[in-house]
């Protein structure tokens, strides 16, 4: 099983909402990522969790609060977001290892609109 | 601090042509990956290649070719006898490892559209 799995696909929250974006893996990865890909941009690097534990944080404001309770599964709290906070949220895992010699697999994502 | 170019915004070409998607790295690692990543309109990034610094010989899969040129800092992709269903964004990916995880840092892509 070499998915990562996101739900939901798509999502639309209200400035005032509280919504979790989700995701799991099965493939014993112990690092877990959530991306941010604005409409036409690349993805960029939101939130690193290895070992269940939050290792990099991309200076991202605090309507966003990763969480991560166990080894398969990634959470992005989403809470006062803004319009502009409308993009695709991607999830990834990649096993950790300084020498990784596999690639990050990344989910299909989750389309988020906030009005 | 690591950076990656793609010029080529948008290419469009007729079915059946080659076509050739540049991408330039700016890295001082002496060690590093490149990644081609394809996202089709679903939203998925699709692993394509990963190619690492010590390696420059080029890969061909079936009808996808990758050169890679470390004097040039240059990792360019070649489709061949294009298809429509071809027709995606594709980013190049230089990584870089911190505390063991794998931090991406993408080009701005290119979208590729292949007409029938």
């Known amino acids: 099983d070499t998915e990562v799995t996101q739900t939901p696909k798509h999502l639309v929250m209200g400035m005032t909402n509280k919504k979790s974006l989700k995701c799991e893996q099965h493939?014993?990865?112990?690092?877990m990522y959530w991306y941010k890909q604005k409409a036409k941009k690349p993805p960029e690097l939101m939130f690193v969790?290895?070992?269940?534990?939050?290792?990099i944080n991309e200076s991202v404001p605090s309507r966003f609060s990763p969480e991560c309770p166990n080894s398969s599964l990634l959470n992005l709290h989403l809470h006062a977001l803004q319009p502009e906070d409308s993009a695709l949220y991607l999830c990834?895992?990649?096993?950790?290892?300084?020498?990784?010699?596999?690639?990050?697999?990344f989910g299909q994502g989750t389309r988020l609109t906030v009005v | 601090a690591q950076k990656v170019t793609q010029a080529q915004t948008e290419i469009s070409v007729v079915e059946k042509e080659d076509v050739t998607l540049d991408c330039v790295y700016e890295?001082?690692?002496?060690?590093?990956?490149l990644f081609w990543y394809k996202q089709p309109p679903s939203g998925e990034l699709v692993f394509l290649i990963r190619?690492?610094?010590?390696?420059?010989q080029n890969e061909i899969s079936g009808r996808y070719s990758w050169n890679f040129q470390k004097s040039t800092s240059s990792f360019n992709f070649t489709i061949t006898a294009s298809q429509v269903v071809d027709s995606a964004v594709y980013f190049c990916?230089?990584?870089?490892?911190?505390?063991?995880?794998?931090?991406?840092?993408f080009g701005q892509g290119t979208r590729l559209t292949i007409n029938p």
């Open positions: 990834a895992s990649s096993p950790l290892r300084q020498r990784a010699t596999t690639e990050a697999f």
């Open positions: 493939m014993g990865h112990r690092a």
């Open positions: 969790y290895s070992y269940e534990k939050l290792s």
């Open positions: 890295t001082r690692d002496t060690t590093y990956y």
């Open positions: 190619r690492n610094s010590f390696d420059e």
């Open positions: 990916a230089l990584r870089s490892i911190i505390q063991g995880a794998q931090k991406l840092v």
